[in-house]
């Protein structure tokens, strides 16, 4: 069974940075694509970020992009999303999401979530 654990989420100033990461276990972790998403309470969870399972492909949403940065290290199981720039409407819990497909497509695992806090 793959499980996900998040870390690295925490309180911060606008502008600041912060480096979320997840580590992954229970199946070869670098086969499969990657995802970050997030939510805020009372609204849907939104994509992120996300990686093939090779690393050489990424993706991000419109509101996030060039301040994001998603990568891996499939010798550490782990994925990582760096949150450069932050603004307060950044504020949510993060989601690390494995999926069942080496390219980018839908998640099937979820992390608990990792709390990023944006103060203005």
């Known amino acids: 069974q793959v499980q996900l654990v998040e870390s690295g989420g925490g309180l911060v100033q606008a502008g600041g940075s912060l480096t979320l990461s997840c580590v992954a276990s229970?199946?070869?972790?670098?086969?499969?694509?990657m995802g970050w998403f997030r939510q805020v309470p009372g609204k849907e969870r939104e994509f992120a970020a996300a990686i093939s399972g090779s690393g050489g492909s990424t993706r991000y949403a419109d509101s996030v992009k060039g301040r994001f940065t998603i990568s891996r290290d499939n010798a550490k199981n782990t994925v990582y999303l760096q949150l450069n720039s932050l603004k307060p409407e950044d504020t949510a819990v993060y989601y690390c999401?494995?999926?069942?497909?080496?390219?980018?497509?839908?998640?099937?695992?979820w992390g608990q979530g990792s709390r990023v806090t944006v103060s203005s």
């Open positions: 229970g199946r070869t972790f670098s086969v499969y694509a």
């Open positions: 999401a494995a999926s069942n497909f080496a390219v980018i497509s839908d998640f099937s695992f």
